[in-house]
């Protein structure tokens, strides 16, 4: 008898390996428009993940649709694609809403002849079905409608001329066929759709399982999300060599570990104790390249204690001289599947620029890790809450923060400004500082740090937004248990919803030109695209 073979078509929940696939994908869908940049996509996935699906054929994603809960008042009142969507993030996403809403909507026209829209379409529904929501809404794209709309008494008629056939839309005879009927057309959708002049139809799929005279009662579960982070309050110190200095940081890893630590953080320029065995006097600039000699060797050695001990390693931050003769402030994190990070200080301060040239890096993102996306943000970083909102809305729940400050002001500075990142987006955020001195050290003369773990500030939290803190200029370990699923329930139902109350229709973030949702210039006409396109 002949074995299974596997398949060759399927449709599954999308992953954040899938984005570059993703990516290219809708750049072949829609040319001109403007694409996502990854952190979009990440963001829709991570903060929605049974919602995004990704149609998969011969090893090669060829359909791509995006999803999120939405609330009935938000769903079916006039908006646009950005402010329901969250800047394309998906950050909107109300695990208590009733409505699923559909984001986006590519597929390789390639593979027209596999109905991959409709299997979408499919998964979609199935979702609002097993979830008992109300059903699917979104905007649909009318590209057919620039073309004739001098013919047209506006978007309203050219919707009905087409569901009475006088028309012919490929996208909304595409979504009629699927069981979509159009409530209404929403004004400004996409205003780079210039194929749609802006409009969309505000297509609705009612789910015939759930009465719609019955007011829903959606709670989000009070679960337990349990993960266990450790922060290193660290005491500068001269050693003798790089052994020395590898033992001291493995004996932080090894007691972490013992604890059962999921992360261990250790506090920005926190290798620096490796210039106290310089035998010269060495110039900023020298020191920046001695330093930079010690990259891979630090790195290595981190990724093999993360291995050896099963422990996630934030690294602090480590100065290099990167290939274009620049200096950058670069945390390394190591997880403990291998993998290694790179996350760049954005924000060098004017001590920083002045004493060791450093500049800063050109981007934010989240890193993956086996209990979801996380941010870094290096001391300075924590001061402009726009990174940390970046990387929240790329789905992070905790934000770790190494610092080094010399003085009680630079830290109160770090430390109030951490505690407001936690608030404003209701996440953890961690610190981890240096303590004492390096005399022999340049511009690090003095130390000054109180660790902590650090809360949103609501009922199922730490009293005062803090969940542990170490006491001042010592050495130490912090440790701290926290409950990823109380943010889910802040965010849904707490006192205050900091991410959800955002006020999409007065103020965005524009991270990259180009991005979708950019209102750039486009192609006039008609898209070439032969995919299902919108919602």
Partial sequence: MPKKSPATLEVRVARPGDVPAILALIGRAYPGMGNYNAGQVLGQINNFPEGQFVAVFEEA??????????????????????????????????PTGDWLYGIEMAVDERQRGLRIGKR???????????????????GGRMPGYARVKAKVDGPEAYLEGVREGQYRDQVIGFQLANGFTPIGVLRNYLPFDKASDGFA?????????VDPNEPPAFRVPRDVESVRLATVQLQARAVKDFAEFVKNVEYFV???????????????????????????????MEAIDRMTAHRAPIVAELSRMALRYNINIVGGSHPTRIEDGSVQNVAYVCLRDGSVHAQEKIHPTPNEAYWWKIKGGSSVDVIQTDIGPIGVLICYDSEFPELARRLVDEGARIIFVPFCTDNRQGYMRVRYCAQARAIENQCFVVLSGNVGNLPGVDNMDVQYAQSCILTPCDFPFARDGIAAEASENIETLTIADVNLADLTWARAEGTVRNLADRRFDLYRIDWNRGQRGDAEPAPTGPTKSKAPGGG
Avoid: K, Q
């Fill in 61 to 94: 994603i060829v359909g791509y649709c995006a999803s999120s809960r939405i609330d009935e008042d938000i769903a079916l009142s006039p908006h646009d694609w950005s402010t329901i969507t969250g800047n394309g993030f998906g950050s909107r996403h109300d």
């Fill in 120 to 138: 979408l379409y499919d998964a979609r529904r199935a979702l609002a079905e097993r979830l008992e929501l109300r059903g699917i809404v979104f």
């Fill in 254 to 284: 090894d007691v972490a570990a013992d604890y059962r630590s999921d992360f261990v953080v250790f506090p920005e320029l926190f290798t620096m104790s490796l210039l106290s065995f310089e035998t010269e006097t060495l110039t900023p």
């Fill in 201 to 209: 139809a505000h297509m609705v799929w009612r789910n015939p399982y």
